[in-house]
C-alpha cells in the first residue's frame, strides 16, 4: 500500500476555520442552528468548528454527536469499524437547523444513517452537511453544504483521516490498494 499525505495538520486547521466562517455567513440566525458530529471523527471536527463558531460569533451553538452504527445499512457486515458509544444530543432539535459534521463524503450511505438517527430525536427545520472531505463515488443523492477539500479519488483508493484527539496527529492520507 502507498500512502500520500493529501492535507497536514496545518492545512486541516485551515479547513476547518474555513468551513467555520462559511457556517457562519450562510446561517445569519445562530439562535436556532445546531452542530452534530458523526463518530468517530466528525464529532470530534464538529466540536472544532462550535469552538471557532463561538469565539467568531459570541454566541453558545448547540452541538453533539451521534453514532450512526445501528442506523446504518450495513449494520450486520460493518461491526468492528470503531468502538461504538451513545450519541449525545442534549436539546430539542424541532425546528433547529441542524448541521451535520463528518470526516469523509464518500457514498453518502454514512449520512443517510445520520438523517434516520436525527429524525429519531425529532423533526428539525432543515439539514445541512459539512465535511472535511469529499472524495466522490456517490451511491445516493447527497450533497455537501460546507467542504473542506475535494479530493477525486479513484474506488480502488481509500481516505483516511487522523485527529490527534484519538490517533495522535491531524492528518489526511490517500492509500492506494494493491
Same mark, same amino acid.
Given at each position: 500500500?502507498?500512502?500520500?499525505?493529501?492535507?497536514?495538520?496545518?492545512?486541516?486547521?485551515?479547513?476547518?476555520?474555513?468551513?467555520?466562517h462559511?457556517?457562519?455567513e450562510?446561517?445569519?440566525?445562530?439562535?436556532?442552528?445546531?452542530? *452534530? %458530529?458523526?463518530?468517530?471523527?466528525?464529532?470530534? /471536527?464538529?466540536?472544532?468548528? @462550535?469552538?471557532? +463558531?463561538?469565539? !467568531?460569533?459570541?454566541?453558545?451553538?448547540?452541538?453533539?454527536?451521534?453514532?450512526?452504527?445501528f442506523?446504518?445499512?450495513?449494520?450486520l457486515?460493518?461491526l468492528?469499524?470503531?468502538? *461504538? %458509544?451513545?450519541?449525545?444530543?442534549?436539546?430539542? /432539535?424541532?425546528?433547529?437547523? @441542524?448541521?451535520? +459534521?463528518?470526516? !469523509?463524503?464518500?457514498?453518502?450511505?454514512?449520512?443517510?444513517?445520520?438523517?434516520?438517527?436525527?429524525f429519531?430525536?425529532?423533526?428539525?427545520?432543515?439539514?445541512?452537511?459539512?465535511?472535511?472531505?469529499?472524495?466522490?463515488?456517490?451511491?445516493?443523492?447527497?450533497?455537501?453544504?460546507?467542504?473542506?477539500?475535494?479530493?477525486?479519488?479513484?474506488?480502488?483508493?481509500?481516505?483516511?483521516?487522523?485527529?490527534?484527539?484519538i490517533?495522535?496527529?491531524?492528518?489526511?492520507?490517500?492509500?492506494?490498494?494493491?
Open positions: 500500500m502507498k500512502k500520500n499525505i493529501l492535507l497536514d495538520a496545518k492545512q486541516i486547521e485551515n479547513a476547518i476555520t474555513r468551513l467555520s462559511e457556517i457562519i450562510n446561517n445569519k440566525i445562530l439562535d436556532n442552528l445546531c452542530i *452534530i %458530529g458523526i463518530r468517530s471523527r466528525g464529532d470530534i /471536527i464538529s466540536e472544532r468548528i @462550535v469552538d471557532i +463558531i463561538n469565539k !467568531v460569533s459570541n454566541k453558545k451553538i448547540k452541538n453533539g454527536h451521534i453514532d450512526v452504527t442506523y446504518r445499512d450495513d449494520f457486515s460493518n468492528g469499524s470503531h468502538k *461504538i %458509544g451513545p450519541s449525545k444530543i442534549n436539546f430539542d /432539535i424541532n425546528k433547529m437547523n @441542524v448541521i451535520l +459534521i463528518d470526516d !469523509v463524503l464518500y457514498t453518502g450511505r454514512t449520512i443517510r444513517a445520520a438523517m434516520d438517527e436525527i429519531s430525536f425529532g423533526r428539525p427545520a432543515s439539514i445541512q452537511l459539512g465535511v472535511l472531505v469529499d472524495r466522490g463515488h456517490r451511491q445516493l443523492p447527497i450533497k455537501a453544504t460546507y467542504i473542506g477539500k475535494n479530493i477525486p479519488t479513484s474506488i480502488n483508493e481509500n481516505v483516511h483521516v487522523y485527529i490527534k484527539e490517533d495522535k496527529r491531524d492528518q489526511v492520507v490517500i492509500i492506494k490498494n494493491k
